[in-house]
């Protein structure tokens, strides 16, 4: 019996170690074949017709899941590709197998004025996008494109009253801990965030605790990295919500 025509030949394809991947859905808005999809905890290839083996989705794996292997293989096929898209809604697409991960942009008009209608607090939030974490923030989301982006300690928006209105409102926002944080693939991420966002600006908000100084040193070891002369706007917030200094860092 002759083999399948489309299986012929040997071909690039992704490989996803599903011993390695934890769900976070990192490699989901770099493939823009939409050939990665979260099921049962896993990131999972859902057809070898919609890999290209170019392997975009390999940078954001924070596990090293993703691997390119030559196998025998359905050929890619773009028209399916494009009736595959066709088919995705517009509403925001999961990048995790949680409601923690999953991306949304909030910075439409349409969504602005929904949520102020349903906002009943004193002042409403600044925030424009989700997820907020850095380690699960894609570096090619498209709301950091062109963006003015906010690196911020956590502890920052509990001790600082005026956050919202004053750090958070007009910026996206990435936190990390330098402390607490497994900081494994965060200056890679940055590293990215400088090379391909087009940044309009970088703050970096910071507890003026010593070990908070970390977070400083990533967005300019990330900076160096990239080769990009971005400035560093400083702000160093004290335990009780003051400013002790904000500075910009050449």
């Known amino acids: 019996m ?57 940078g954001d794996c924070p596990q090293d899941a993703i691997s390119i292997e030559e196998r ?12 595959h898209l066709a088919q995705k809604t517009d509403h925001p697409a999961p990048v995790g197998g949680c409601p923690s991960a999953r991306m949304f942009d909030f910075s439409s008009t349409a969504t602005r004025k929904e949520r102020l209608a349903n906002d009943t607090s004193a002042a409403p939030s600044a925030l424009s996008h989700w997820p907020v974490q ?29 956050f919202h209105a004053r750090l958070l409102s007009g910026r996206a926002v990435a936190l990390a801990c330098p ?14 965030l400088f090379a391909e966002a087009n940044l309009r600006s970088l703050t970096v908000a910071r507890m003026s605790v ?20 971005l400035p560093i706007g400083d702000w160093v917030i004290g335990p009780e919500g003051s400013i002790v200094e904000t500075n910009e860092v050449a």
């Open 2 to 58: 002759q083999p399948h025509p489309i299986l012929t030949g040997k071909r690039k394809i992704v490989r996803i170690d599903e011993d390695k991947c934890d769900g976070c859905g990192q490699c989901i808005p770099s493939c823009a074949e939409g050939a990665i999809r979260i099921v049962d905890g896993k990131a999972r290839l859902i057809s070898d017709r919609f890999c290209d083996g170019l392997g975009a989705c390999l």
């Open 72 to 83: 025998a293989a359905e050929a890619f096929d773009e028209q399916a590709v494009q009736a």
């Open 134 to 162: 850095l380690h699960l923030l894609p570096p090619t989301a498209p709301f950091l494109q062109g963006a003015d982006l906010l690196i911020c300690a956590p502890c920052v928006p509990i001790a600082m009253a005026d």
């Open 179 to 192: 402390k607490l944080d497994n900081q494994t693939g965060y200056v890679e991420k940055l590293t990215t």
């Open 210 to 229: 010593p070990c908070c100084g970390g977070l400083l040193m990533l967005a300019r070891s990330a900076r160096q990295v990239a080769g990009s002369s």
